[in-house]
Nanobody, 121 residues
Framework: VQLQASGGGLVQAGGSLRLSCAAS????????MGWFRQAPGKEREFVAA?????WYADFVKGRFTVSRDNAKNTLSLQMNSLKPEDTAVYYC??????????????????WGQGTLVTVSS
């Protein structure tokens, strides 16, 4: 599985960005995909995931929305009301056959290359 994320950039606090991820290879629509992020000097952390349902980290609930288009093998993350603390490299991920403990980076099977989101105050 190959994952190509795009859509990062510089935005002011309170603004919005939409990240996209194109998946190719042996992808199955039943597998869970999602997003992690890594801020400077911090560990990677779970942001959101989606299968038939969605999961979100508490710090993005109500602001971020994860979605997928199975026909096009694409994953998206709509980010609204962005805050400076959302500044990070965002990674598109694919969990393979894993379906539990999605917040653990060790349970991710495939990682994309990351796209940088910078939120200015």
């Amino acid at each position: 599985v190959q994952l190509q994320a795009s859509g990062g950039g510089l935005v002011q606090a309170g603004g919005s960005l939409r990240l996209s991820c194109a998946a190719s290879g042996d992808t199955l629509n039943s597998h869970i995909m999602g997003w992690f992020r890594q801020a400077p000097g911090k560990e990677r952390e779970f942001v959101a995931a989606i299968q038939l349902t969605t999961w979100y980290a508490d710090f993005v609930k109500g602001r971020f929305t994860v979605s997928r288009d199975n026909a096009k093998n694409t994953l998206s993350l709509q980010m609204n009301s962005l805050k400076p603390e959302d500044t990070a490299v965002y990674y598109c991920v694919h969990y393979g056959t894993t379906s539990t403990m999605l917040h653990l980076s060790g349970n991710v099977r495939y990682w994309g290359q990351g796209t940088l989101v910078t939120v200015s105050s």
